[in-house]
């Protein structure tokens, strides 16, 4: 986690975080004055920071629907706890690369299986990636690159067919 409140300390723009649950990732992001509007969609809480002050304001976003909320390239980062998450994947991927501008990264408590699977994920869309492992947490860095639309609808309907058809093996195997 060190290594990842370290680099929250260094950004600045606008942060969108999904599905972070640790104190220390929040406490890093609202203590950096440098970002100036954060949403954290756990919490369905968007927190718009000034100098002098800040305002809450209640706001629900739909994971489906990430790329109609923020539009293209609106959010600087994208942190995303992958834990917890597994059906929102797919949708999270297919929007990422479209709604952020610098660095997406994704962690979570992976077993080695999952970790090659996700490693496998984030070649597809050729960014360059930075894959960190700090005590139990895998930490996938990737730098934001332009993926046309089609592609990443491409992408989301394989993941998609691939969800189906690991659901229809484990009620056959019941």
């Known amino acids: 986690m060190k290594n990842l409140t370290n680099k929250i300390k260094k950004i600045k723009g606008i ?17 950096n004055e440098k970002i100036y509007k954060c949403d954290l969609l756990e919490s369905i809480k968007t927190e718009t920071k000034n100098t002098q002050e800040k305002e809450n304001h209640q706001k629900t976003v739909q994971i489906k629907k990430l790329k109609k909320v ?13 834990n917890n998450i597994e059906k929102y994947i797919p949708y ?3 929007d990422a690369f479209s709604i952020t501008k610098k660095e997406i990264c994704f962690y979570g408590i992976l077993e080695k299986e999952e970790k090659q699977n996700f490693l496998e994920k984030c070649q597809r ?25 089609y592609k990443s609808y491409f992408y989301f309907g394989i993941d998609e067919i ?10 056959l195997e019941k």
């Open 70 to 82: 923020y539009h293209k390239n609106k959010v600087d980062y994208l942190l995303c706890n992958i």
């Open 162 to 171: 691939n969800l189906f058809l690991d659901k229809i093996t484990e009620f």
């Open 15 to 31: 942060v969108l975080g999904i599905n972070i649950e640790e104190q220390q990732i929040k406490k890093a992001i609202y203590q």
């Open 125 to 149: 869309y050729k960014g360059e990636i930075n894959r960190q492992q700090e005590g139990k947490y895998t930490f996938f860095y990737i730098q934001s690159n332009k993926v046309p639309w």
């Open 92 to 94: 999270i991927w297919k």
